[in-house]
């Protein structure tokens, strides 16, 4: 039951938001295309790995927070929940540093993971899984790499809804049996897999019947517009900042 | 009287000793549209993937344009493409065979292989958006429809293909009555000279509708009438 509901609980965040237009209720930054974010996102983390200043860090968790802020609070409570969960587990491993005469060490760690989470997680709340697999092909990935990534969400989501409907049929079927878990589990996986295996089938068929050959693109693209600008200006800045405080 | 552009002859098709089709013989011509009706098993969905060229017949020879149809010539990249080019297949379950992340990319996806200019490839996908209704659900997953919609956009990205065989595998099954009736129109809509349409279904109005032959297989994996 645990295991279904993890899985009900991804499919939910996969399907968020899915076919609205967020374009109208997004926030300057996020009207940026999502390559450039994404690029700018790993721009910047390099940086703070790279930086020894702690003050260049300090600056971009301030622009993080100050970026957070403008998030709806669901997504502010999961970005903080997931940068406190990094932390935590950075400083149970780092602790024995503190100890050996090295707290500074603990310090820097901190911040850097602190900054490169929270960045991850912002722009994994902002952009859609669709937004983000396209986004993978201004870097030149593979087409059939990105095909494969979306269809993995598409059986994801198949496959799951279909396991929760074994599921609910095996508990209709075995009422008030306390052990049924140990006996239908191995079912549901069995035939979940049989599922996957005739479903994975009749969609090759499918490419091969629409002249599947390697060809995958994204039918709309995305025009440069003043927010890419800007946020182009805001990466040249952070650069400069990087360059200054590393004096 | 038109030529026949598909053409049975003798086909059987067995699986592990089991028969599945048994003697099929028949001449399908352009510009007409044939429902095929048997009972469940009676091996109607085999003869659409040997249609298809998904599967080959045991026994027999299938003709497409004059040109025997077999595993080793479909083998060949350019032939394969070629032919399915020009057979357009919407499958009984819309959910296999919608696989990209949004409903305009799936419109496009077949549009983009057969490598036209962009200009074209939008020109088609909005013409086929708003001729099926489903406009408001092009930034949707296609796995987050209903299964009315899925149906819409799997006809929608095979008929943009423009096909000039189309074979379709129970569009109605699993539709409700507005669902139905939507298809029904499109499908009486779609009828044109120069295209062939195979429909294998249970519904009796669907084939009252839009059949010019009607094509019974029996039981026995035989063609009965």
Not at chain 1, 69 to 83: A, E, G, T, Y
Not at chain 1, 197 to 203: F, L, P, Q, S, V
């Given at each position: 039951?645990?295991?279904?509901?993890?899985?009900?609980?991804?499919?939910?965040?996969?399907?968020?938001?899915?076919?609205?237009?967020?374009?109208?209720?997004?926030?300057?930054?996020?009207?940026?295309?999502?390559?450039?974010?994404?690029f700018g996102v790993c721009f910047i983390i390099l940086l703070c790995a790279l930086s020894?200043?702690?003050?260049?860090?300090?600056?971009?968790?301030?622009?993080?927070?100050?970026?957070?802020?403008?998030?709806?609070?669901?997504?502010?409570?999961?970005?903080?929940?997931?940068?406190?969960?990094?932390?935590?587990?950075?400083?149970?491993?780092?602790?024995?540093?503190?100890?050996?005469?090295?707290?500074?060490?603990?310090?820097?760690?901190?911040?850097?993971v602190t900054e490169s989470v929270m960045l991850l997680?912002?722009?994994?709340?902002?952009?859609?899984?669709?937004?983000?697999?396209?986004?993978?092909?201004?870097?030149?990935?593979?087409?059939?790499?990105?095909?494969?990534?979306?269809?993995?969400?598409?059986?994801?989501?198949?496959?799951?809804?279909?396991?929760?409907?074994?599921?609910?049929?095996?508990?209709?079927r075995l009422v008030g049996k306390k052990d049924w878990k140990s006996q239908s589990a191995g079912d549901i996986l069995g035939t979940t897999f049989l599922k996957s295996?005739?479903?994975?089938?009749?969609?090759s068929e499918a490419m091969v019947c629409r002249c599947f050959s390697g060809e995958y693109r994204s039918f709309k693209k995305h025009r440069f517009n003043?927010?890419?600008f800007l946020y182009v200006l805001f990466l040249i800045l952070v650069f400069v900042l990087f360059l200054i405080t590393r004096r | 009287m038109s030529e026949s552009i598909i053409s049975l002859k003798n086909i059987s098709y067995k699986y592990d000793d089991q028969i599945v089709l048994d003697d099929i013989s028949y001449d399908f011509k352009m510009g007409k549209c044939y429902c095929i009706m048997g009972p469940n098993g009676c091996g109607k969905s085999t003869l659409f993937r040997i249609l298809n060229g998904l599967s080959f017949p045991t026994k027999g020879e299938f003709y497409f344009d004059g040109k025997l149809i077999t595993e080793k010539y479909l083998?060949?990249?350019n032939e394969s493409r070629d032919f399915h080019k020009r057979i357009g297949f919407v499958f009984q379950d819309s959910e296999v065979q919608l696989f990209t992340r949004s409903v305009i990319d799936e419109v496009?996806?077949?549009?983009?292989?057969?490598?036209?200019?962009?200009?074209?490839?939008?020109?088609?996908?909005y013409y086929y958006l708003d001729l099926l209704e489903i406009r408001h659900l092009e930034n949707r997953a296609p796995f987050n429809l209903s299964g009315g919609e899925k149906k819409r956009v799997a006809l929608a990205s095979v008929f943009s293909m423009?096909?000039?065989?189309?074979?379709?595998?129970?569009?109605?099954?699993?539709?409700?009555?507005?669902?139905?009736?939507?298809?029904?129109?499109?499908?009486?809509?779609?009828?044109?000279?120069?295209?062939?349409?195979?429909i294998s279904t249970h519904n009796k109005e669907l084939c009252d509708a839009v059949s010019d032959e009607i094509i019974n297989i029996g039981k026995n994996h035989k063609i009965i009438s």
């Open positions: 039951m645990k295991l279904n509901l993890t899985i009900l609980k991804i499919i939910s965040q996969l399907l968020d938001y899915d076919g609205l237009d967020k374009s109208l209720s997004r926030v300057p930054l996020q009207k940026v295309v999502p390559a450039l974010r994404l020894r200043n702690a003050y260049f860090t300090f600056i971009i968790i301030a622009i993080g927070l100050l970026h957070l802020s403008f998030l709806p609070v669901k997504d502010m409570f999961s970005v903080i929940r997931m940068v406190f969960t990094a932390d935590l587990f950075s400083g149970l491993i780092l602790l024995p540093s503190v100890f050996l005469g090295n707290p500074g060490t603990l310090f820097t760690v901190l911040m850097k997680s912002t722009i994994n709340c902002e952009l859609e899984w669709k937004e983000i697999t396209a986004a993978f092909r201004a870097f030149k990935v593979p087409s059939i790499f990105v095909l494969t990534l979306d269809m993995t969400v598409h059986f994801l989501v198949i496959l799951g809804r279909f396991s929760d409907r074994l599921l609910e049929a095996v508990s209709l295996t005739r479903i994975a089938t009749k969609t003043i927010w890419d | 083998k060949d990249e496009a996806f077949g549009l983009y292989q057969l490598g036209l200019d962009q200009k074209e490839i939008e020109r088609r996908v423009k096909p000039e065989v189309l074979i379709l595998d129970e569009p109605l099954a699993g539709l409700d009555e507005d669902g139905q009736e939507f298809v029904l129109e499109f499908l009486k809509k779609q009828k044109s000279e120069d295209r062939l349409i195979i």
